[in-house]
């Protein structure tokens, strides 16, 4: 006896179905309390598939709802329905896959592969070959239903069906599909490669054999009139490109053709895939040899799509020049994450202080509001790309149109020159420096155009430049551009605002100290904007501020720029709540201000560092919470307290000893402790919590000294090169460590040693991993050379290779005593290096005499050691260079 609804029931579920389609919020309360309610009858879904599949007399619209509900029940707890119940479900679904509604077809086909997601792939064997029969009905609709659920099965389970968990599907299905490539219908024509293209990436196998087949049919649809056809053959061959490029090489003449008309598609998303084959190919190594003779073809069609489309305009409000005094509403708003800290050292020829920077996303464009990848941002990046394969055999075919471009008289062709200028930056610098005298006066002068979007590419393009602007002397480029930028920073419109705050940022980081003389006016300026600024532009701002810091350091430490910057920020600071997540910002900026002002911050430091210990400890005690009754709790947002590490970590840097009384009266150890074990999916916190350790040893080690026997052994077991962030900044704690314990740092030397060289010795370990565990280890043999010097042998090759690029520095001039200490009792333990020791020493500048003289003794021992002869062959391989340093400073 197949179920039938009870009337009453079906008017209840009518009635809700009806509600939830009501805009009001009380209303849609009261509907998701009984959702529940109901949710709690085994054949409540019975219902909802009925109204869905059967129930002909009502609207569409509340139909499809119905499925919808259905389909969000079944992901939730498609586990506890009756075996009656999905039996139902699944027959319905097959039986009605036809429906004449594409709204309902298209339900019922997001119902089926929601099923098929849940592991009911396995157990439903008859769902794909009835859906592969169905596709050879002489109904359109059966057809198209059963082609749309076959697409959202293979778009969300297409590993599943390569396997041979069910006995490998696609073997039939591929071979299917290619037939329908030639179907009188586009829709189907359409679905048949969408459901193909889900494999390609992955390689599967049943695709792989039939590669040829499947290249023929899509050459065949090259001209099809369908634009999702269109778009779905060039979304297949841009994927080819990158899975199965031999197949492609012998027609690649033929293709670039065909992608250099579909770049310029009447239908912009046929255009936008298209474009996308130009960045794919740019990454190819046969990219310059294929793409060489059309590059005359291919960079006007590129430099064409750089324009902003008129939809483009209207969305960005491109005819509102002024805007600051409207509020942002918060879902502009990106969420900010916090990049932990990770302690590195400086090497030979570095300007910043900073280490490796892992930057992502240099080219965020000016427009971001419109995130959505669209043919321009897409044109802008392939030119970029292609700027970096070609450099500057690119330009005879850019300046033309350049020239053309950046002085037209209509803006939106004016300004899309101005990308071009800011695309090719990277790329093309070398043969862009002759014409940069003229072209950066005349972009300054952009940045007082009267159309608020020319001003904010043309602080883009600045920004991309800055390099070049900064070489030259400050008065000819650096000062003009600095001064119109601070214009722009207040700026009427908003979007002005957000570029010139991020061109600045990346001005500041180039320039660095040359801005010291400008200090007082560039604070007023950025000060003035604190309060005229609206939410999301305030975020850019604290990025600029702390980015300031950062590039002029100590000079930033004086009364009258502390007096103008301090108040707003202190403001700032009170007002937001704990749980606000504009703090993250708001700590960065004040960690990089009080490195910078050391003893300036002073006055300030006691309330920032209070509030920083209570968000560690609010943090601690809510996941604490969580752990123990995760129904109850909400698990904390880890990133308040690594940012809060991290700002106490700014403090401890650069208040130095001041920072003593502080930590005195505040329980910042017991915190820390905890923090250092939170073993969970966040190795963030601890990242945060051993550079934290590791500056409060260098601030303040009475305070730490009484938990080195509870610290150590956690160090210890993080030595694990899997967190390679964690891993380093444990093991320059445990270096700072072993300079303040001295020869009281004997029981933990076998704590870390092995690991420490079990690390220096592991293939493709990151430099800066390399170069904190050498530091390390040679401080280690420092303070406790009995003990580390018998495994000499064991790591010295590796410490003095990936020593000899370091700066001379405090921690260098540590670990080279180190070592020496450690030859003096092992002396045995070098000799087979011998050449690579000599070669460490000489990256030395200027060692200081102490420690020149420890060299000079252990160079000319091995000398007198083997005898003038053999130490003449064994010079004999130095490079010339090694061999003239050492005669000049050693004698040797």
């Avoid at 049919?217 to 199965?244: G, I, P, Q, W, Y």
């Avoid at 160079?859 to 007198?864: A, P, T």
């Amino acid at each position: 006896m197949e179920w039938q609804p009870d009337e009453q029931g079906l008017q209840q579920v009518l009635q809700l179905l009806k509600d939830s389609q009501s805009p009001n919020t009380a209303t849609q309360r009261a509907v998701q309390q009984k959702l529940e309610q109901l949710n709690q009858y085994p054949d409540f879904n019975n219902y909802l598939i009925f109204v869905l599949t059967r129930l002909k007399s009502e609207d569409e619209p509340t139909r499809s709802l119905s499925g919808l509900i259905l389909k969000n029940n079944v992901k939730a707890h498609y586990q506890n329905f009756p075996p009656a119940v999905a039996d139902f479900i699944k027959q319905e679904c097959l039986n009605n896959i036809g429906d004449s509604s594409p709204l309902i077809r298209a339900t019922i086909g997001i119902l089926i592969t929601t099923i098929a997601s849940k592991g009911e792939l396995q157990t439903w064997p008859e769902l794909l070959p009835q859906l592969c029969n169905l596709l050879n009905s002489e109904d359109y609709n059966t057809c198209e239903g059963s082609f749309g659920a076959l697409q959202k099965i293979c778009e969300d389970s297409s590993e599943l069906l390569d396997s041979e968990a069910l006995n490998r599907p696609l073997n039939i299905m591929i071979p299917k599909f290619l037939q329908f490539f030639k179907h009188c219908s586009p829709k189907i024509r359409s679905h048949a490669i969408a459901c193909v293209n889900q494999f390609i990436i992955g390689r599967a196998q049943a695709l792989m054999d039939n590669i040829d087949t499947f290249i023929e049919h899509l050459f065949a649809l090259a001209a099809d009139e369908d634009s999702e056809v269109r778009k779905n053959v060039c979304r297949a061959l841009v994927m080819l490109l990158e899975v199965r490029i031999d197949r492609l090489i012998p027609h690649m003449h033929s293709i670039i053709q065909y992608m250099l008309q579909r770049t310029q598609d009447s239908d912009e998303n046929v255009a936008l895939e298209a474009c996308e084959f130009w960045l794919t190919l740019a990454e190819q190594p046969i990219c310059k040899e294929v793409l060489s003779g059309h590059l005359v073809q291919l960079i006007p069609i590129l430099v064409n799509g750089m324009k902003y489309s008129e939809i483009d305009i209207i969305l960005l409000k491109g005819d509102v020049e002024e805007d600051e005094t409207v509020p942002d509403s918060e879902q502009d708003i990106k969420p900010r994450f916090h990049k932990s800290r990770t302690v590195t050292l400086q090497h030979e020829g570095d300007a910043t202080e900073e280490g490796e920077d892992f930057d992502e996303d240099e080219d965020d464009d000016d427009d971001d509001t419109l995130s959505d990848w669209n043919l321009r941002k897409c044109s802008a990046a392939a030119l970029d790309v292609l700027a970096n394969v070609f450099r500057d055999e690119l330009l005879p075919h850019l300046l033309p149109l350049l020239k053309e471009l950046l002085f037209h008289p209509e803006w939106v062709i004016k300004e899309s020159g101005i990308l071009v200028l800011g695309a090719i930056a990277e790329g093309c610098m070398q043969g862009m420096v002759p014409f940069l005298p003229e072209l950066i006066p005349h972009l300054i002068q952009c940045l007082s155009d009267k159309k608020a979007l020319v001003r904010s590419i043309a602080c883009w393009t600045l920004s991309r430049y800055a390099h070049w602007v900064v070489s030259q002397p400050p008065d000819s480029y650096l000062k003009p551009l600095m001064t119109e930028l601070l214009k722009r920073i207040l700026d009427g419109n908003k979007r002005v605002q957000e570029a010139a705050c991020s061109a600045f940022a990346t001005l500041e980081e180039e320039a660095c100290t040359e801005l010291v003389p400008y200090l007082s006016y560039i604070l007023d300026t950025l000060v003035f904007a604190f309060g005229k600024y609206q939410h999301k532009n305030l975020l850019i701002l604290y990025d600029a501020i702390g980015t300031l810091a950062d590039s002029v350091g100590h000079h930033l430490n004086q009364p009258e720029y502390i007096q103008k910057l301090m108040p707003p920020l202190i403001q700032k600071w009170n007002e937001l709540k704990d749980e606000d997540k504009d703090l993250f910002p708001l700590l960065e900026c004040l960690s990089s201000v009080a490195t910078a002002l050391q003893s300036g911050f002073l006055p300030y430091c006691e309330p920032v560092y209070q509030r920083c210990v209570t968000l560690v400890q609010k943090t601690l005690a809510q996941a604490m919470m969580y752990s123990q009754h995760p129904d109850q709790y909400e698990a904390p947002d880890k990133d308040f307290m690594i940012v809060a590490l991290d700002l106490l970590s700014g403090l401890a840097e650069g208040l130095g000893s001041h920072v003593d009384q502080l930590v005195a009266r505040s329980n910042i150890m017991t915190l820390l402790f905890q923090c250092m074990q939170v073993q969970d999916t966040m190795p963030e916190v601890r990242q945060s919590s051993f550079a934290l350790l590791g500056d409060l040893t260098k601030a303040c080690f009475p305070h730490v000294k009484p938990c080195i026997a509870e610290f150590m052994p956690i160090l210890g077991t993080n030595l694990n090169p899997e967190f390679i962030s964690v891993c380093n900044n444990a093991t320059w704690a445990i270096g700072e460590i072993c300079m303040q314990m001295g020869a009281e740092m004997q029981p933990y030397v076998q704590l870390v040693l092995n690991n420490l060289v079990e690390i220096i010795n592991r293939p493709n370990t990151p430099k800066t991993l390399l170069e904190n565990t050498a530091i390390t280890i040679g401080r280690l043999g420092y303070v406790c050379p009995q003990e580390v010097a018998p495994m000499l042998q064991q790591f010295i090759r590796p410490w003095c290779t990936s020593l000899r690029n370091i700066r001379d520095n405090e921690e260098k001039d540590s670990a080279f005593r180190g070592i020496c200490m450690m030859i003096g009792v092992n002396p045995g333990g070098v000799v087979q290096d011998f050449i690579f020791f000599c070669d460490a020493v000489a990256s030395w500048v200027t060692p200081k005499d102490d420690l020149r003289d420890m060299f000079c003794k252990i160079l000319h021992g091995f000398k007198d050691q083997v005898g003038e002869e053999n130490w003449q062959q064994f010079s004999e391989q130095f490079p010339p260079v090694l061999k003239d340093r050492l005669s000049a400073c050693y004698g040797v």
